[in-house]
C-alpha cells in the first residue's frame, strides 16, 4: 500500500507527544482527548489552522507543575492552551500579503553599520540568508538603548521584536512557581526573543539588563517576512531537487520536507578539496551544480593518486564514511565551481534511515573498483 501522509501529521502528533512526555497521564486515551478537544476549541476561537506550533523548549519553559489528576491535561496546560488562543492563531502568517513585504529602514551612521554586521556576523538565524535578505534585515534594524534594571521582554506577553546585543550584560529569568529563576546569562554578545515571533507564542523568559546596554531590535513582520520567506523557499527548492535523486525515492513527502530543511549549501572553486583523506567524517554531499573528482592515494606510488570516480548533479557523496565511523579513506575535488548541498552527521543519521540499506549496497561496487585498480580491496569500510 503506498499511502501519503497527510500534511501537518507529523507535527500534530510530535506536538501531542511533548505534551504526554510533560505531563505523564496516567489514562492516555482521556488526556488525549482533552488535549484535542482544547486544540480544536483553539482552531474554532482563532480560526487558524495549526500550524504554528509550540517547541518542546517553550512547553518546558511555560511548564511549571505535573498534571492534577494523573489523565486530564492540568490547569497550567489548559492556561498555556488558551494563551495560545489569543497569540498562536491570532497572526497567521501569509508570504503572499502585500503588507508582509514592505520593507522598513532605519536609516544609520557608517559607525552604527559597522557594529550592527559585527554583533550579527554569528546570529544563525541568519547564516543561510542570501545577500539581498541580509541587507533587509541590516536595514530593518533600530538601536535601542537600555538602562541597567530595564526589563527588556517579559514572560507571558506577547513578542514585538527579535533582539540582538551590541553590549551590556543581560539575564534570563523562567518564573517557576511565582518565584524567579536565573537559567542564562548573556554577556556583550548573543541573540534573543527568536521563539514567540517564530511560533506566534508568549514570551517564554524574561530578559532583564544587568547593566546598561545596546541592542539591536527587528520588528516582528519583518523577521517573520524574511526569516518565513528563507525557510520556504530553501524548502521549496530542495523538495525539488531531492525528488529527483533515485537513492532518495523511498522517503515518504514528509522526509523529504524534513530533509530539505537540514540541508545547508556550500559552494566550492576549481581544485577547493572538499573532503580530505584521512580527515575525520562530519558530513554528507549532495551535488546541486558542477562536477567533482574523487581520488585515493595510491599505495603502491606514494604520493600520487588514483582517479575513482566523477560526480556530476545529484551524485552524493562522503556517505560511506559516516556508516562506518571511520576517517575519510579519499579526497573530494572541485573541477569548476561546485556547489553541494550539505548535510552534518547528526542530521544524516536521523534523517536518512530509510536509505541507509541503499548506502550500504554501494559497499560491492567499491569493493570491485578497488581490486581493479590497485588489486586488494584493502579495507572497504574506511572509504570516502
Known sequence: MNASVPEGLSQLLEEFAVAVLREKPSDLVLFAAGYFNDLAKSRAVGGGSGCNSVTSAEVEMNGDGDSDDGHQPSNNYRQNMERRRKSVFAEPYDPSSHLSREKIVYPKSDDQRSRLVQAVKNVFLFGTLDSDQTKDVLDAMFEKRVAAGEHVIMQGDDGDNFYVIDNGVFEVYINHEGVPKLVFSYNNEGCFGEL??????????????VTPGTLWALDRRTFRRIICDSAC???QTYQTFLEGIPMLRSLEPYELMN?????????????????????????????????VRI???????????????????GSYFGELALLTHKPRAASVHAVG??????????????????????MKRNFEHYEEQLMQLFGTTMDITDYR
Open 233 to 235: 523557499r530553501k524548502r
Open 337 to 358: 565551481q561546485v556547489v553541494c548541498a550539505v548535510l552534518d552527521v547528526a542530521a544524516f543519521e536521523r534523517l536518512l534511515g530509510p536509505c541507509m540499506d541503499i
Open 259 to 291: 530533509l530539505a530543511d537540514g540541508l545547508h549549501r556550500r559552494t566550492s572553486h576549481d581544485m577547493d578539496c572538499i573532503i580530505q583523506q584521512g580527515d575525520k567524517a562530519n558530513a554528507f554531499y549532495i551535488v546541486e551544480e558542477g562536477t
Open 295 to 313: 581520488t585515493k592515494e595510491d599505495p603502491n606510488h606514494p604520493g600520487s593518486a588514483v582517479l575513482l570516480n566523477s560526480c556530476g548533479r
Open 196 to 209: 514567540a515571533l517564530m511560533y506566534n507564542t508568549p514570551r517564554a523568559a524574561t530578559v532583564v539588563a
